[in-house]
């Protein structure tokens, strides 16, 4: 629990899923809410978003991996890079939704959210073995509990906002848009403390 890195896999994981459980439980219902998108095409929108982030998810490791080994790349850099894309860019998505009113690059936006989150698996992702590949099951199934806490944790918070009186009973959008700074926060705060706290080189408690 003193380690910096173990740390940084903590809060890099309770971001990425607080903002991936409200894109999964709640995206659907602002589509509707805000938008007056219908069913079917809602369901499309959302298929198209998760459909990016799982290709992007299985792709990002062998792209890290061919940087790191072919082009001799330096391995940190790469796997802050690619936590950076996964982490800032739905940083920058976020907010941009409650900036503009266009249902087009609404959709656009979330995509794109939701795609550059895939690149989590070439970053935070495949850390966890080279700082600590002795006990890389423990560690993972540490830093894996606040994420997993992020399932109920994220619509709840974000069910509260609406049934709120913030903002007044009629303005909906003003609460979806503080549900997405929220989670735009914690993506920034969290990413600042994964890029000053990670490592790629073994930690000292785990030479055994």
């Given amino acids: 629990m003193k380690s910096g890195?173990?740390?940084s896999s903590i809060l890099s994981k309770f971001a990425c899923s607080y903002g991936f459980y409200m894109f999964l439980s709640k995206i659907p219902a602002y589509l509707d809410q805000a938008y007056n998108v219908d069913i079917v095409e809602n369901g499309f929108i959302c298929a198209a978003a998760f459909g990016s982030y799982g290709?992007?998810?299985f792709l990002s490791p062998y792209l890290s991996n061919w940087m790191i080994e072919r082009k001799k790349w330096n391995?940190?850099?790469?796997?802050?890079?690619?936590q950076?894309?996964?982490?800032?860019?739905?940083?920058?998505c976020l907010i941009a939704i409650t900036l503009v009113d266009d249902k087009t690059i609404m959709i656009?936006?979330?995509?794109?959210?939701?795609?550059?989150?895939?690149?989590f698996t070439g970053g935070e992702w495949t850390m966890v073995s080279e700082y600590s590949p002795n006990f890389v099951g423990v560690i993972s199934g540490l830093i894996h509990m606040p994420g997993f806490i992020t399932g109920f944790l994220s619509p709840y918070i974000v069910g509260m906002i609406l049934d709120s009186n913030i903002g007044g009973n009629g303005d909906e959008?003003?609460?979806?848009?503080?549900?997405?700074?929220?989670?735009a926060s914690l993506y920034f705060i969290c990413y600042l403390a994964f890029y000053f706290l990670s490592t790629v080189e073994q930690e000292n408690w785990d030479k055994i």
């Fill in 5 to 7: 890195a173990v740390w």
């Fill in 55 to 57: 290709l992007l998810c």
């Fill in 75 to 82: 391995k940190l850099m790469i796997r802050k890079l690619f």
């Fill in 84 to 92: 950076a894309i996964a982490m800032l860019i739905p940083c920058i």
């Fill in 108 to 119: 656009i936006l979330l995509i794109m959210a939701m795609l550059s989150y895939g690149f």
């Fill in 173 to 183: 959008r003003f609460k979806w848009n503080i549900s997405f700074w929220i989670s």
